[in-house]
């Protein structure tokens, strides 16, 4: 007798295969007709939470690389990074369109005439269908506001909000140098800017001192909020970050693979079920990753979600309208 196989049974309707949620991938096939790579780009910018406008040494997590560690580097033209990464990547996977991600740092902290030169270099690189930019939701003021509706009337534009927790105890404890208020307010400035502008939104599970029901919590508000798109990371601890300091004086406790699966199982059953979710994991650099360690196996963490969403029998958005 045929084995039944996960897809065969699977109720969710933004899906093609196993995966009961709404994944990028399928996004992207579905908007673009076939898989797009995303290109991390670093546009040599600061942050405000490392120059000292709003805090000094980053947010606990930070990477020197200013969470980019996947670039060629800021030495480099942005043209420069974007033809050599595309030209590692297709030796091993080809492919024809890709998605330029100014992804170190805060991309939208600069003068409007910076900002306007480095958007116009990314929309200029061949084969790119889209562009998505990475920053802090305090950092929109209405100039920038103006010139990214501008951009967007161009191409396919996702800001990414680095948000990470509803919780303002933890952005403290973070050094995220900026309240959930903060976020609410540069969320609905962007919403206002233009229609056409996508936003994504990024959680981490794992941070200090939280539990699962913050983290749910956390899950739940930003659903709410609807930006088109989530991503959920596990915290990595990297090596030269202060979250190193904290793991080695035995004052943090990195999660479990158990738990972060269960947790980010309860959060997608939360998430309405139309939101794309970006990331189920983090990629952590490496060389550079302290802890947790079973997060390395980033195959065997999406093979164990896929699992329990099919054992447990739910699914993204299953439980968006009950408690
Ligand atoms: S906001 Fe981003 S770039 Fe700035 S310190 Fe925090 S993680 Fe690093």
Do not use: F
């Given at each position: 007798m045929k084995r039944e196989r996960q897809a065969d049974s699977n109720p969710f309707p933004y899906s093609d295969s196993n995966k009961r949620y709404y994944t990028y991938d399928y996004y992207l096939r579905q908007t673009y007709g076939e898989k797009c790579a995303k290109i991390s780009l670093d546009a040599g910018l600061s942050c405000p939470n490392i120059d000292g406008t709003c805090g000094e040494g980053g947010c606990i997590y930070c990477s020197p690389a200013g969470s980019g560690d996947f670039t060629q580097g800021a030495s480099l033209t942005i043209r420069e990074q974007y033809e050599r990464q595309i030209a590692l990547m297709t030796a091993k996977w080809p492919c024809r369109f890709f998605i330029p991600y100014l992804q170190a740092?805060?991309?939208?902290?600069?003068s409007v005439s910076r900002l306007r030169e480095i958007y116009e270099e990314t929309l200029s690189l061949s084969g790119a269908v889209a562009l998505h930019i990475a920053t802090r939701a305090d950092c929109l003021p209405d100039d920038v506001l103006s010139l990214l509706a501008e951009v967007a009337e161009k191409i396919d534009l996702t800001v990414e909000l680095g948000l990470q927790s509803i919780h303002d105890r933890t952005a403290q404890a973070i050094g995220r140098g900026h309240t959930y208020a903060d976020f609410c307010r540069g969320f609905s400035d962007l919403r206002s800017a233009s229609k056409k502008i996508r936003i994504a939104v990024h959680l981490i599970n794992?941070?200090?001192?939280?539990?699962q029901s913050m983290m749910l919590e956390s899950a739940v508000a930003v659903g709410e909020l609807h930006p088109e798109q989530i991503k959920f990371h596990l915290l990595h601890v990297l090596r030269h970050t202060r979250m190193a300091a904290l793991l080695e004086s035995g004052r943090y406790e990195p999660m479990s693979e158990d738990a972060y699966v269960s947790t980010l199982v309860r959060q997608l059953e939360r998430?309405?079920?139309?939101?794309?979710?970006?990331?189920v994991t983090g990629d952590g650099a490496k060389a550079d990753l302290?802890?947790?360690?079973?997060?390395?196996k980033k195959f065997c963490v999406m093979n164990h979600l896929d699992r329990m969403l099919f054992e447990e029998n739910t699914w993204q958005g299953k439980r968006t309208h009950s408690p």
């Open positions: 740092h805060t991309n939208t902290y600069a794992g941070l200090p001192e939280e539990d998430t309405p079920d139309d939101i794309v979710i970006g990331r302290l802890a947790p360690l079973w997060s390395l």
